[in-house]
């Protein structure tokens, strides 16, 4: 291989390695049996869709997949959308960069997401239908709450789509040896099949194989690092810290200080929190109590796959730094140091070469792309369930539309989405696009969740309060972003960054959140008066399901 620079900026855990996701990355040679092994990933997921197209006949089968996914299976689909190709190769990489930080920076995060999803997945499962707009507009005006909902939804997948062709097109450059607007097709015209034919049952269950094939590769990976020591963590710590020393066991360093930290923190808790894709999912199951499990298995999955990462990013330390056969010596003649082929985020690629051969590198290289490919599913079923449910099934239709058209139009949005993610992803191959994944988190964190979540526990929340607070959250996210210092300086070339801070969640949150409160209790007008005399009724149904089940029609 050649002089590579990974791309990866491919989930809310990436946020903080999104610098990693800078440069070029050169044709690899065919790799052949990844290629076989994606063909047959694909061969039988378009068999799950054909299986899913039989059985989505109605809006509530294309949008919530009847609403029969157990809460097993639904943690494993949200466990799937959580564990993408940058949370495996991006924190592994960490891993194997900075040790012991690694662990701290993925397992800390995972530490506030469950908390928020247990606040919010039973109560949006009893209040909704399709869409969290379903609940944020329940007692609020529906056109207003609506769009602004929609639009924070459509944003987010669009800025998080660029992120995932981009990164999808580099790195099956990287693993298969196929050309960047090939792959960046290919991905788009996959995606739009799973959605356009088979809903959101499709979407779950190709989330589901991928989420089981890369918890299981992640395991073998793992044994065979331990074996290779006994299964003695002392034993593997201690050869680690011999090749790269004992600073690999402290904490520090990944983020330089408290501010940005707590901002990092806040925007991957609430903004994993406000992800459509990620909302959406508590509607496919049956209940509350489906729900409240679904966030369970998450976590425990989620955990797992964690503790993975960190065995698998010690276990390249010992088995890929400094073995000649992973080093970049062209780099490394130019600037020393042990540089692997790839960059660091190639470090668990690497490590399934050393530990499993040609073989299992192919079945690793597959499993990353489907990783990407379940993900982007997701996505574009959360737009195009915006752009038809919300905007034109409830705005502009008023509610009046049938199930068959909402459907027909959710498709049409599917395509559109898929070929504006496709033009997306090759215009924005060269271009450095490191800030479209934290102004994703951002705008989900400053947006949808204040709003969805001051709506289900807030009685003085009025229309006029969420529309004004949270489109001032919207605002300064964009803002911030603009002003900070990856688009201001590594974009636009300015010396400084105005704003000083990557990561503007801490304080646009803060502004939505007091936003929304000052334009809530000023607010006295009658249909404010309505809105808060609505909430005790609300309340009740979110938290005893009553009435849920033939509102929303599951």
């Known amino acids: 291989m050649n002089r590579i620079f990974t791309f990866l900026a491919l989930s809310g855990v990436a946020l903080f390695a999104s610098e990693a996701i800078q440069g070029e990355v050169q044709k690899q040679a065919l790799n052949i049996s990844a290629i076989v092994m994606f063909v047959i990933f694909v061969g039988a997921t378009l068999g799950i869709t054909y299986w899913a197209a039989k059985r989505t006949k109605s809006a509530k089968d294309f949008y919530t997949a009847g609403g029969g996914i157990t809460g097993f299976q639904n943690g494993m689909a949200i466990a799937g959308d959580y564990m993408s190709a940058a949370s495996f190769l991006g924190i592994s990489g960490l891993v194997y960069l900075k040790g012991y930080d690694g662990l701290i920076y993925s397992i800390g995060f995972l530490v506030g997401w469950p908390v928020i999803l247990f606040m919010i997945a039973e109560p949006l499962r009893n209040l909704g239908k399709y869409t969290f707009a379903d609940v944020a507009s329940y007692r609020l005006r529906q056109g207003p709450i609506r769009t602004l909902a929609a639009f924070g939804s459509i944003a987010t997948v669009i800025l998080y789509l660029i992120a995932q062709m981009v990164g999808s097109g580099k790195l ?156 970049d010596t062209a780099k490394q003649a130019v600037s020393g140091g042990f540089p692997i082929l790839g960059g660091n985020n190639m470090a668990a690629i690497h490590l399934s070469h050393a530990v499993g051969g040609d073989f299992f590198l192919g079945f690793i290289s597959a499993v990353a792309f489907a990783t990407i490919l379940a993900v982007v599913s997701g996505l574009t079923l959360a737009g195009a369930s915006a752009i038809s449910h919300d905007l034109y099934a409830s705005v502009f239709k008023k509610g009046q539309v049938d199930g068959i058209t909402e459907m027909r ?89 105005i704003f000083p801070y990557k990561y503007p969640a801490l304080f646009s949150v803060v502004v939505a959140f007091i936003g929304i409160y000052i334009f809530s209790v000023t607010d006295n007008s009658e249909e404010a008066k309505a809105e808060r005399e609505a909430f005790e009724a609300q309340y009740i149904r979110s938290q005893t399901g009553i009435g849920a089940e033939g509102a929303s029609e599951h």
Not at 211 to 224: K, N, R
Not at 297 to 319: E, H
């Open 172 to 327: 099956i450059q990287l693993l298969f040896g196929l050309h960047y607007e090939v792959a960046v097709i290919l991905v788009g015209v996959l995606m739009v099949l799973y959605v356009t034919f088979g809903g959101m049952l499709a979407t779950t269950w190709v989330q589901i194989v991928k989420a089981f094939l890369l918890l299981a590769g992640a395991t073998f990976m793992a044994i065979a690092v331990m074996a290779h020591y006994d299964f003695s963590f002392s034993t593997l710590f201690s050869h680690a810290t011999e090749l790269k020393g004992a600073s690999i066991m402290s904490p520090g360093g990944l983020v330089s200080d408290p501010v940005s930290a707590i901002s990092l923190a806040v925007a991957l808790m609430f903004g994993t929190a406000g992800l459509p894709h990620i909302l959406m999912r508590f509607f496919t199951v049956g209940d509350a109590k489906e729900a409240r499990k679904s966030v369970f298995f998450a976590t425990g999955f989620i955990g797992y796959f964690y503790i993975l990462t960190f065995i698998i990013g010690f276990g390249a330390i010992v088995l890929v730094f400094k073995n000649p056969h992973y080093l």
């Open 409 to 497: 139009v959710s498709k049409i949005a599917t395509v559109a989405l898929g070929v504006v993610a496709i033009i997306m992803g090759i215009a924005f191959e060269k271009q450095n696009i490191a800030f479209v994944v934290g102004l994703a988190f951002a705008i989900a964190a400053s947006a949808n969740f204040p709003i969805l979540f001051l709506s289900m526990y807030w009685k003085k929340l009025t229309t006029r309060g969420a529309v004004i607070g949270g489109s001032l959250g919207l605002a300064t996210a964009v803002l911030l972003v603009i002003l900070g210092p990856i688009v201001w300086v590594q974009i636009l070339g300015n010396a400084h960054a």
